[in-house]
């Protein structure tokens, strides 16, 4: 198994800045995607940003230069530097985790954190 623990959700105004991260802790078990969803009330969850092992990134176009996705390697942590934030980034946001553990693959989901945008 692998567990996440997020942090750094809040209330922020229009315009405002937070950064979110995940760490992810478990026994042998290989990272492969780490990243980010979000869910807004009423609306399905919504891929934000996610990470490969390689460093390779995927944003949605929503949030393509304001979100910046990076991850630690060394720690099995990714953060989630968000930018000039709107209130439709209002959203419950989830902590998202592919991994490999004894030859299987399996997504993880941390518990979520929420981020209101509001004045």
């Known amino acids: 198994q692998v567990q996440l623990v997020e942090s750094g959700g809040g209330l922020v105004q229009p315009g405002g800045s937070l950064r979110l991260s995940c760490a992810a802790s478990g026994s042998a078990f290989i990272m492969y995607i780490m990243g980010w969803y979000r869910q807004a009330p009423g609306k399905q969850r919504e891929l934000v940003a996610v990470i490969g092992k390689g460093g390779s990134t995927n944003l949605a176009d929503s949030v393509k230069g304001r979100f910046t996705i990076s991850g630690d390697n060394s720690k099995n942590t990714v953060y989630l530097q968000m930018n000039s934030l709107k209130p439709e980034d209002t959203a419950v946001y989830y902590c998202?985790?592919?991994?490999?553990?004894?030859?299987?693959?399996?997504?993880?989901w941390g518990q979520g954190t929420r981020v209101t945008v509001s004045s």
């Open positions: 998202y985790v592919h991994a490999m553990i004894s030859g299987t693959y399996s997504d993880y």
